[in-house]
Nanobody, 117 residues
């Protein structure tokens, strides 16, 4: 199983980024997918989740209305569109399969998002 995140970078407050997570080694279309983030000195936290069919999404309160999760099951890829970015969104962002109260697979390398002027 591989989860490879990309699309991070340095952006000014109010800017936008689109993250991608390419998955392989499992039947992607069978599972919900989630994005998580870990800021310096903090625990990793759930940001957004999308069901296997993309019919259902949910978001952490801190990103509602600004972030949008989507997926392309034909490409085994999940996306996170991030708009109106704030300095407090600075973190390493990861994707994974939510599983019980944890995740199903080992973490990928993540992608760094830095929001700063």
């Amino acid at each position: 199983v591989q989860l490879v995140e990309s699309g991070g970078g340095l952006v000014q407050p109010g800017g936008s980024l689109r993250l991608s997570c390419a998955a392989s080694g499992f039947t992607f279309g069978y599972y919900s997918m989630s994005w998580y983030r870990q800021a310096p000195g903090k625990e990793r936290a759930l940001v957004a989740r999308i069901s296997a069919s993309a019919a259902v999404t949910d978001y952490a309160d801190s990103v509602k209305g600004r972030f949008t999760i989507s997926r392309d099951n034909a490409k085994n890829t999940v996306y996170l569109q991030m708009n109106a970015l704030k300095p407090e969104d600075t973190a390493v962002y990861y994707c994974n399969v939510p599983w019980s109260n944890s995740v199903k697979y080992s973490w990928g390398p993540g992608t760094q998002v830095t929001v700063s002027s």
